[in-house]
């Protein structure tokens, strides 16, 4: 399936196949290094890597976007007790703000309703206050919110979202 965020960025969106795992963990590598030393616990996204998402892809599904052939973002779909989960949204750094995460989530919620799930959950960090807003514009409503290993107080919030 071919689809464009604008008429002058031509992106395609598309399943990930085992050899896109290196490039796959590089873009979550460098989307997420701006939380590098600033969120705690630090996320768990910064330990992805070639073989994690090789693995990854055994048991869950990879959508990504490529621009001139190259991979600039992704999000992973997994049927969690039942619910599809979304997790791993990553866009390059220099493609944030373009709208490629919204594009990247509207996939994700396809291939879940393809999946056959009529629910979406993702989670987010409390403290990213912008990750919440977008997540809230797709229509998902915040539900419980969490604690990471370690921490008192909550750390995080799932989201959940109900596919018609």
């Given at each position: 399936m071919r689809?464009?965020?604008?008429e002058s960025n031509p992106v395609s969106?598309?399943?990930a196949r085992p050899e896109d795992a290196g490039?796959?963990?590089?873009v979550i590598q460098r989307a997420f290094a701006a939380y590098r030393g600033t969120l705690q616990?630090?996320?768990?996204?910064?330990?992805?890597?070639?073989?994690?998402i090789r693995s990854a892809l055994g048991?869950?599904?990879f959508v990504i976007a490529r621009q001139a052939g190259r991979v600039i973002g992704c999000v992973s779909v997994k049927d969690r007790a039942g619910?599809?989960?979304?997790?791993?949204?990553?866009?390059e750094p220099a493609q944030q703000g373009k709208g490629l995460g919204r594009a990247l989530m509207m996939e994700a919620e396809a291939l879940a309703r393809r999946l056959g799930f009529n629910r979406?959950?993702?989670?987010t960090r409390l403290a990213?206050?912008?990750n919440r807003a977008l997540f809230r514009v797709l229509g998902f409503q915040e539900g419980t919110q969490h604690c990471h290993p370690g921490f008192t107080h909550p750390t995080y919030v799932e989201l959940e979202k109900i596919l018609v």
């Amino acid at each position: 399936m071919r689809k464009q965020v604008t008429e002058s960025n031509p992106v395609s969106f598309g399943p990930a196949r085992p050899e896109d795992a290196g490039a796959i963990a590089a873009v979550i590598q460098r989307a997420f290094a701006a939380y590098r030393g600033t969120l705690q616990p630090e996320p768990s996204a910064l330990k992805e890597t070639e073989d994690s998402i090789r693995s990854a892809l055994g048991s869950e599904s990879f959508v990504i976007a490529r621009q001139a052939g190259r991979v600039i973002g992704c999000v992973s779909v997994k049927d969690r007790a039942g619910v599809a989960y979304a997790r791993r949204l990553a866009v390059e750094p220099a493609q944030q703000g373009k709208g490629l995460g919204r594009a990247l989530m509207m996939e994700a919620e396809a291939l879940a309703r393809r999946l056959g799930f009529n629910r979406l959950h993702v989670e987010t960090r409390l403290a990213l206050a912008g990750n919440r807003a977008l997540f809230r514009v797709l229509g998902f409503q915040e539900g419980t919110q969490h604690c990471h290993p370690g921490f008192t107080h909550p750390t995080y919030v799932e989201l959940e979202k109900i596919l018609v």
